[in-house]
């Protein structure tokens, strides 16, 4: 079946350290691939998508790329904020099986 | 359009009880999807709805839930007896579909407590 391994938390950082979370995927054909976050009191939202190999998401300054030899598609930002502390979880839906499945999820901490 | 509504936001009810929660989807959005999340988990499909139609039904949804979505609107999900394991948080989530996949718009959330 379809499975998400992420990256352990939490994970705390000073403002403008560089980030990655990892996460490595597990799924038949060619899933597209999603980076969500949950901010303190909100819902999901999606952050980021790339929907087949070599493709590379990007929003508010986070990137991640498909990397199918990997199975692998890590979360990165070059210099983050206070405002970036949140839960982060990776995600997959597979074409044809309709419902995204999730990892466990990452809390980032950004201290001052 | 204020995005994906679910309702009440939290839920105390002693075991055994029966509750009710509600979605009300992005309104031109034809699929709705309901997830449960527990602490330091990410979220589990539970089951989703194309119009009013159930589509599929996760195998963990078991015989004390059920959900429906008359008119292909909002939708309700029922626990009957509930249970300390049914503490969690219930996510719902719509999104257009016509062929393809397109990005799922979650709800805040309905947090339910068991006790």
């Known amino acids: 079946g379809n499975s998400v391994t992420q990256m352990e938390g939490p994970v705390t950082l000073s403002e403008e350290a560089f980030l990655t979370i990892n996460c490595t995927y597990t799924a038949t054909g060619y899933p597209s691939l999603f980076w969500y976050v949950q901010y303190p009191g909100e819902g999901l939202q999606l952050l980021l998508k790339a929907t087949k190999a070599d493709d590379k998401g990007s929003n508010k300054g986070f990137e991640a790329t498909y990397r199918k030899e990997t199975t692998s598609f890590h979360l990165e930002k070059g210099s983050v904020q206070v405002s970036d502390s949140a839960v982060y979880f990776c995600a997959l839906i597979r074409f044809g099986n309709e419902k995204l499945t999730f990892g466990t999820g990452t809390r980032l901490t950004i201290i001052p | 359009d204020t995005g994906v509504s679910q309702d009440p936001r939290h839920k105390i009810t002693k075991r055994g009880q029966n509750v009710t929660f509600r979605c009300d989807p992005i309104s031109e959005h034809n699929r709705l999807y309901w997830y449960r999340q527990t602490l330091g988990q990410g979220p589990e499909f539970l089951t989703y709805?194309?119009?009013?139609?159930?589509?599929?039904k996760s195998r963990l949804l078991s015989d004390r839930f059920s959900a429906e979505r008359p008119k292909g609107s909002f939708s309700t999900l029922e626990i009957q007896r509930t249970e300390q394991g049914d503490s969690a948080m219930y996510l719902c989530a719509s999104s257009l579909w016509w062929g393809l996949s397109t990005e799922a718009f979650f709800g805040q959330g309905t947090r339910l407590t068991v006790v």
């Open positions: 709805f194309q119009n009013e139609a159930q589509l599929e």
